[in-house]
């Protein structure tokens, strides 16, 4: 079965931090990979996919993400994170169809 | 709009009634799905169209939760004799091109509608 499993369940960190959320995803077969963010109040909105190619993708806000298939991992990384940064994020995988992980909610402190 | 649009925003309902939620894709887009959030979770698929076609149906929780899209844009999820694990965020997305299986394009999502049942 298809499972998408984020880490990390509420990150705290101050402003020039640097950020790493885990996403680790379970499917045997080729998949497109997504994270998405939720700004309070705000939709989801993407930030950043990666379909195939070089395995570092690199999104907006300064946000990017890497692949290894070899551990089916997929997290999302920025060096230094701002308050505007506080969000919901959710790591996203479609193989056979769309599951998204529980999400992170990171919160960043002025 | 340039969005997805859901509609209403809120909605408050008695155990037993039966609710209609609406989605608004982004013109020209052939894929749209329904998500069910809970609290703290992420989005649950529920259900995805291409164009008219409802293609899959199998994340619907009960034969209580419907879905439509006549005209292959506007859509509805009707969810009858609402129950009160059925209060959650739904969530629409749409996408540009088909292919859920095979989708490579990010999905557009809405705002959702915060369903509450009393």
């Known amino acids: 079965a298809q499972s998408v499993s984020q880490h990390n369940h509420h990150v705290i960190l101050s402003e020039a931090a640097s950020l790493e959320l885990g996403c680790n995803y379970s499917?045997?077969?080729?998949?497109?990979l997504f994270w998405y963010v939720q700004y309070p109040g705000q939709h989801l909105q993407l930030l950043l996919k990666?379909?195939?190619?070089?395995?570092l993708v690199k999104g907006i806000k300064g946000f990017e993400a890497e692949f290894i298939k070899s551990k089916f991992s997929f997290n999302l990384r920025k060096p230094s994170v701002q308050w505007s940064d506080t969000a919901e994020y959710f790591c996203?995988?479609?193989?056979?169809?769309?599951?998204f992980g529980a999400g992170t909610r990171l919160t960043v402190k002025p | 709009g340039a969005g997805v649009s859901q509609s209403p925003r809120y909605k408050v309902a008695k155990r037993g009634q039966d609710v209609a939620l609406r989605c608004d894709p982004i013109?020209?887009?052939?894929?749209l799905f329904w998500y069910q959030q809970a609290l703290g979770q992420g989005p649950e698929f529920l259900t995805y169209?291409?164009?008219?076609?409802?293609?899959?149906k199998s994340g619907l929780p009960s034969d209580r939760f419907f879905a439509e899209r006549p005209e292959g844009s506007v859509s509805t999820l009707k969810i009858q004799r609402t129950q009160q694990e059925d209060s959650a965020v739904y969530l629409c997305?749409?996408?540009?091109?088909?292919?859920?299986?095979?989708?490579?394009?990010?999905?557009?999502f809405g705002d959702g509608t915060r369903l509450s049942i009393l």
């Open positions: 997305a749409s996408s540009l091109i088909e292919g859920r299986v095979r989708g490579n394009q990010p999905q557009h």
């Open positions: 499917y045997g077969g080729t998949v497109n």
């Open positions: 990666y379909f195939s190619g070089d395995p």
């Open positions: 996203a995988v479609n193989g056979y169809d769309m599951r």
């Open positions: 013109s020209g887009h052939v894929s």
């Open positions: 169209f291409q164009n008219e076609a409802q293609l899959d």
